[in-house]
């Protein structure tokens, strides 16, 4: 399973998760320095560089077939 959360307490929900599954973040989620300190301590973040607008349903589909180019066979869990 990959977690693509659109704001912080959608990763304060998926943290515990992410040293298992990879956690796909949306740019205005997290700064860059938290990002790397967790990454540091072994957790699978990435972070679209671009905001997504959560309203914007085109966005996210849009962000949800990139995380799938890199998680083919696995399921993408969408903070709602």
Same mark, same amino acid.
Do not use: Y
């Given at each position: 399973?990959?977690?693509?959360?659109?704001?912080?307490?959608?990763?304060? +929900?998926?943290?515990?998760?992410?040293?298992?599954?990879?956690?796909?973040? !949306?740019?205005?989620?997290?700064?860059?320095?938290?990002?790397?300190?967790?990454?540091? !301590?072994?957790?699978?973040? +990435? !972070?679209?560089?671009?905001?997504?607008?959560?309203? /914007?349903?085109?966005?996210?589909? +849009?962000?949800?077939? +990139?995380?799938?180019?890199?998680? !083919? /066979? /696995?399921?993408?869990?969408?903070?709602?």
């Amino acid at each position: 399973m990959v977690f693509f959360v659109l704001s912080t307490k959608g990763f304060e +929900t998926v943290k515990h998760f992410s040293r298992q599954c990879p956690v796909w973040l !949306n740019c205005d989620g997290l700064s860059d320095s938290e990002i790397e300190g967790l990454r540091a !301590n072994g957790h699978l973040l +990435t !972070n679209f560089v671009k905001g997504i607008d959560p309203a /914007d349903q085109i966005a996210i589909s +849009t962000a949800i077939e +990139t995380i799938k180019q890199h998680h !083919n /066979d /696995d399921v993408v869990w969408l903070e709602q």
